[in-house]
């Protein structure tokens, strides 16, 4: 529906998008699978596999902790395990992308809290990440950080934020235990059927 000229655009958008990230988080992640000139195409893969050894941190949790920045995870492990690849459309705007690039910068800066000793390794924003409205607004809080680093990181906008409904799931034990909370398929069959 676009045509030729307008599909030409929106792939020209949605890699200048990509680069934008990747010129924004360069300095913070390696970024894999750069051409000759340093350029990623429409899609940047964020290498994490280094803070496992140096803050215990896996890429899950990082996915994790992006929803209390108010983000869905990109991609997991794919196309390189440990990777998180990044795939801006040619519509997303440059305030959301800034946005982004500063939820991945605070994520590293919470690792470098880890690998420098200021953060404990096994009750840290990260780990324990998402943080649901539940257990922020709950009447007790038993973590070595504070509720505000937990609900609000890097500047998040109180007015919009997103509360993630489920805390830390069992990745491997959800991919293969679903639960559908709808009603049974009998009740969507009628009489006419």
Not at 70 to 91: D, I
Not at 167 to 188: K, M
Request: with cysteine; proline share 5%.
């Amino acid at each position: 529906m676009l045509g030729s000229d307008g599909l030409t655009d929106a792939t020209r958008y949605a890699i200048l998008n990509a680069n934008y990230l990747r010129a924004g988080l360069e300095k913070h992640y390696p970024i894999l699978y750069t051409g000759t000139e340093g350029m990623v195409a429409h899609e940047m893969i964020l290498d994490c596999r280094d803070f496992k050894r140096a803050a215990g941190i896996d890429v899950s949790d990082i996915a994790k902790r992006l929803m209390d920045y108010g983000f869905h995870a990109p991609t997991v492990s794919f196309p390189v395990a440990e990777t998180l690849m990044v795939e801006p459309t040619e519509s997303e705007a440059k305030a959301e992308l800034d946005r982004f690039i500063e939820a991945m910068i605070g994520i590293r800066q919470e690792i470098a809290a880890l690998e420098q000793g200021k953060a404990d390794k096994l009750d840290n924003v990260l780990k324990n990440a998402p943080h649901t409205s539940e257990e922020v607004c709950g009447n007790t809080w038993d973590h070595a950080y504070p509720r505000e680093q937990a609900a609000f990181p890097a500047n998040v906008n109180r007015e919009w934020k997103y509360w993630p409904v489920v805390s830390r799931v069992d990745n491997a034990y959800g991919d293969r235990n679903l639960i559908c909370v709808c009603p049974p398929i009998e009740e969507y069959m009628t009489a006419e059927a």
